[in-house]
């Protein structure tokens, strides 16, 4: 089955793939690697950019089990044919400035970054992270829509409720230097004492841990 590459075609096919591209396409240049069975998908006569800073190569692009498992001359040899002609195939982009943290509760999937070509998005950023929180914060946040409700204190719980949810995209975060203080002092304007200090110092360093 042959097809040209919609855009229902190509959010299906990153959110199969997104991860994948990055690993698959690290072996560039002009080597073929070889796969042994059927492929799910063939995204065939693109031009692949590896992510080297090579020049591009006309090629296709295996794809099994939801990662690239072939690159070169490939044949027909799958269930799904993309006919790429006169497009680029690359490795997904990583957006380093986003917001888009809660939203990934709402929108798992990510359709509007895999529209652009990023599978892989950075939180965290301008000093504001989903984490930590105070549990008198959490705690009156209980009531809000889903993207604004906070059903974990620390990183690893609002990770767990990201894996909840089956990501199509990567995600990482920093941690937000303003939820620190919130965490310890609060939202009030006041300067911190040498003790909250101390704890805003372990609790930096346990999310980074």
């Not at 072939?70 to 997904?92: F, H, K, N, R």
């Not at 767990?160 to 230097?177: D, V």
């Not at 303003?178 to 002092?185: K, N, P, T, W």
Request: one cysteine or more.
């Amino acid at each position: 089955m042959s097809s040209k590459l919609s855009r229902r075609s190509f959010i299906k096919l990153s959110a199969l793939s997104g991860a994948g591209v990055l690993i698959g396409c690290k072996s560039g240049g002009n080597k073929d690697i070889s796969a042994s069975s059927r492929f799910d998908t063939i995204v065939k006569n693109g031009l692949v950019y590896d992510g080297n800073g090579g020049a591009p190569i006309k090629a296709d692009v295996g794809i099994k089990d939801g990662k690239i498992t072939a690159i070169g001359d490939l044949g027909d040899s799958a269930y799904q044919l993309v006919d790429a002609e006169g497009m680029a195939v690359s490795p997904g982009f990583v957006d380093i400035h986003t917001h888009t943290d809660t939203n990934l509760l709402v929108c798992p999937q990510g359709d509007s970054r895999i529209y652009q070509g990023v599978t892989s998005d950075i939180g965290g950023n301008c000093g504001g992270s989903p984490f930590p929180r105070g549990k008198e914060y959490a705690a009156s946040l209980k009531d809000k829509p889903a993207n604004e409700r906070r059903e974990w204190v620390e990183l690893d719980e609002f990770f767990t409720t990201l894996e909840q949810n089956k990501l199509s995209i990567n995600y990482a975060t920093y941690t937000g230097h303003g939820d620190i203080r919130a965490a310890i002092v609060g939202s009030n304007d006041i300067q911190r004492t040498a003790d909250e200090l101390k704890q805003m110092k372990a609790l930096l360093q346990y999310t980074i841990e």
